[in-house]
Structures are given as structure tokens and as C-alpha cells.
């Protein structure tokens, strides 16, 4: 077993939330000390992210104007394979030691927990590589406009995708041929959120406004928020069963 | 009234009513099949614009109809799969998707050769065609999903969980691609043609049909298939067995 395991609060004693809120709150809380306990699994996340940017200059050429043109699309689908990587342990572990049982036996609403559970993925995986994104727009020659706009719509789009994601990663839970399985199922219906926010950065850089793209993204995640917590927790009790 | 109906939900009620409606679906499917062709290689008119290259769509427009049709229908029994809690739905959605993957499958690659003539490239990122390929990535999620799965029952739920999950996606996929396209490239070549010869419309519709009733016998053929190997164990499978091997 993992170091680790016996580092963990046992959910029904230690700080036991009274309420939707709160579940959140402790999921998240949870999640997050567990993720900074292993930097390591942080960094790696980090790390592929600006690796794959780094490939598609040494891939194509490093002309400006080229890599000005692909430079919205790459960063994005290089957030979008970071983000995948990292889905795959969303449940894997709690489900390995037992805990993700517990939490689905717990009082409080499961879809509350996972959505914690998200919060906390987004928050380990997809903010840093928000917070990168600008260095890595520096590098496709990206102006300071469409910089702003690439990271407004990474910051809006990015939760959309572990959001989405933690469905996949909860159907593919204990699953012969997990990694892969799990981006065929998840990548076809991330498309959207690849499209609009590529397309917003694209937009800033024709000098044309990103606000529709910028706007579609927003629903995305107003959509996701609602609905995929509660898809997400019936494929864990589906996994559970 | 309602009760009649829901006995066909048992397995052990539907496994014969399917087995009595395989024969009609696949001759008709045939038949249709015989005579559309015939309409529409035969008797439809010579496009002006498009020669004889349009004649694939006789095959193309309706394949890519079912696919999606087959999409919203295999959500549907994934809904009442969830909701009912019954075995047959389940197994008719994981009957529907491979029929659903060959019928975008072949939309693409009759796409594809049409297009070769037409537009002159095998490919274009034309809106249609990108969401008809997304289209067939999930049919294909949900095929390995349940291949991936070794407990009978899980693998539905989630299957169900997942085709529902992409139904409510598909719009969206849909109208993004169409966004993305129309602001990436001008508007695609599209056959032009405000007016459709009757005899066109009558073997596109032929056609149709005939994909409907493949689809139907296909299917049906499929979920007794399905039926006999999860059921292999029940008394009235034994009972079916001799029927089938003297019939």
C-alpha cells in the first residue's frame, strides 16, 4: 500500500461536514492536501503541459508567423492532454484503498463530494497550467491581447474540462485498458470547449472581439457545473456496485 | 392495455416476437433496398451540376440519417435502461451501437468518395463531416466502454450513463463545429440544387426505408443474440433451444 493512505482523515470523524457546502468544502480541502503531499504528481502535470507546447515548434518550425497562428490551438490542446493525464487518478486511488466506497456510503450528497473532488482536480491540475499558459503564449509570439484573452478563456474553459472529465474517469473506474478508454470517451465530447476556446484567442488575434467565444465557454461551464457532478456520481456508484 | 406491451420487456417474451420479426424487416429491407437502387441508378435523372457522381447519395444521406438517428434511439432505451431498470433496454442500446458505428462509418466513407470527385479532396473540415467523425468517436467509446467492462450489469449502467451523457452533447458538438467552421473557412461547396427531382426524392426515400428495416433486422438478429448469452443459464433459453435446432 501507499505511504500515504495512513496519512488520510477518516471521513466520519475528522471535521464531518453538516451540509451540502460543507461536503464540498471537505472534498475539496481533502483532495488538495492529499495532492500537495506528492508535489511531485503536480509537477509532472506541469511539466507534460509545456513539453507538448515545446514539441510543435521542434515539429514544424520555429517560423513566427507560423507559430503565431497555431500557438492558441497547441496551447489548448496541450491543456486538454494535461488535464486528461491527470484524470485518470481522480477516483483510481481513493477507489484502490477503499476510501471512495466510504465517501459514497457517507451521510452527505455524493454528487457534493465529487463535485469537491473536481474542484480539487481543477484547482491541483488546471490553474497552474492557467498561470503558465502566458509563458508559453510568449513563446508562440502571442501579443499582450490575445494573451489576456488566452487566459480568460483557459481560466473559464479548463474547470469544463476536469468537469467533464471526472465523468469518464468514474465510468472507466477498475476498467481493462483505463488511459486510453478513458480518452476515447472523454475527448469527443470536449471538442466544444477546445473549439471556443481556441476560437476565442483566435478571434483577439484577427483584432475581433473573443466575447462569443468567451460567452459560449461560460455556458459550457454553467452546463457543466450543474449537470456533470450528478452524471459524475452515478458512474461512481455505477463503478461502486 | 399498458400491461400487454410491457410483457415484451421480459427477455424470455421479447427473444420469440423478435425471432418472428427478423424474417418480414430483412425482406422488406431487401426489397426496398432492390427498388430504390434501381430508382435511383436507373430511373433518377443525370444531375446537371454533379454528373452521375450525386447518385452515392442514395447510400450516403440516408446512412448518415440512421446514424444519427440510431444515436437518439440508443440514448432512449439507455434512459429507460436507467430509469426502468430493466435488462432488455440495456441490451437493446448495446444492440444498437454497432449498427450506429457502421452507419456513420459508411456516411464518411461515401462522403469521402464523393467528395473526391466533387470538391476534389477526399477530406474537407466541412461542419457535417467533422460531426458525423465525432459522431462515430462516440458510438466507439460506447462500444469499447462495454467491451472494457466484464460485469454484464455495470457495463450497461455505464454505457447508458455515457450514451446519455453524448446525447447531451451532440447539439452542442453539432452547433460548435458549425460555429468553428463558418469562422475558420467560407461556406463549404454545397450542392446547389433548390429543386430536387421527384424521382430523386422517391429513391432517396426508398432508400430510407430500406436502411430503416436493415437497421430493425440487424438489430433484432443482434439483441436475441445478446439475450441467449446473458440469459444462457434460465430455464426458458433451454427450452427455446430444441425449437431452434429442429426448426
Known sequence: ?241 | MASRWFRFAAPSSFYPLAGKLVPPTAMAAAALAAIGLYVGFRVAPTDAQQGEVYRIIFIHVPAAWMSMFLYVVMAAWSAAALGFNTRLSAMMAQAIAPTGALMAFIALWTGALWGRPTWGTYWVWDARMTSELLLLFLFLGVIALRQAIDDARRADRACALLALVGVVNVPIIYFSVHWWNTLHQGASIRAGGATIETTMLVGMLLMTLAFWCYAIAVILVRVRAIIMERERSATWIAAQLPAQATS
Not at chain 1, 55 to 83: K, N, T, Y
Not at chain 1, 102 to 117: C, E, N, R, T, Y
Not at chain 1, 197 to 216: P, T
Not at chain 1, 224 to 236: E, G, I, N, R, T
Open chain 1, 1 to 241: 500500500m501507499h505511504s500515504r493512505v495512513s496519512e488520510r482523515e477518516d471521513p466520519a470523524t475528522q471535521g464531518a461536514p453538516d451540509g451540502v457546502l460543507a461536503a464540498v468544502r471537505w472534498a475539496i480541502a481533502r483532495d488538495l492536501s492529499i495532492a500537495f503531499r506528492s508535489r511531485t504528481e503536480l509537477g509532472v502535470t506541469l511539466t507534460f503541459y509545456v513539453i507538448v507546447v515545446t514539441l510543435f515548434p521542434l515539429s514544424i518550425a520555429p517560423e513566427r508567423s507560423l507559430l503565431a497562428a497555431i500557438g492558441p490551438g497547441v496551447i489548448w490542446v496541450a491543456a486538454l492532454l494535461a488535464s486528461l493525464l491527470s484524470l485518470s487518478r481522480l477516483f483510481a486511488a481513493d477507489c484502490a484503498d477503499g476510501t471512495l466506497e466510504q465517501i459514497a456510503m457517507s451521510p452527505f450528497p455524493l454528487p457534493a463530494l465529487v463535485s469537491g473532488k473536481i474542484a480539487a482536480h481543477w484547482l491541483s491540475t488546471g490553474l497552474p497550467v492557467v498561470l503558465v499558459a502566458p509563458l508559453t503564449g510568449l513563446q508562440y509570439g502571442l501579443d499582450a491581447q490575445s494573451l489576456t484573452v488566452l487566459v480568460a478563456s483557459l481560466l473559464i474553459g479548463t474547470p469544463v474540462l476536469s468537469l467533464i472529465g471526472a465523468i469518464g474517469a468514474a465510468l472507466t473506474l477498475g476498467v481493462r485498458g483505463g488511459g486510453g478508454l478513458l480518452a476515447l470517451l472523454v475527448l469527443p465530447l470536449q471538442v466544444p470547449v477546445l473549439i471556443f476556446g481556441a476560437g476565442a484567442v483566435d478571434a483577439a488575434q484577427a483584432g475581433l472581439s473573443a466575447s462569443a467565444n468567451l460567452s459560449l465557454l461560460g455556458a459550457a461551464l454553467a452546463l457543466a457545473v450543474v449537470a456533470a457532478p450528478f452524471a459524475a456520481a452515478s458512474a461512481v456508484r455505477v463503478a461502486l456496485d
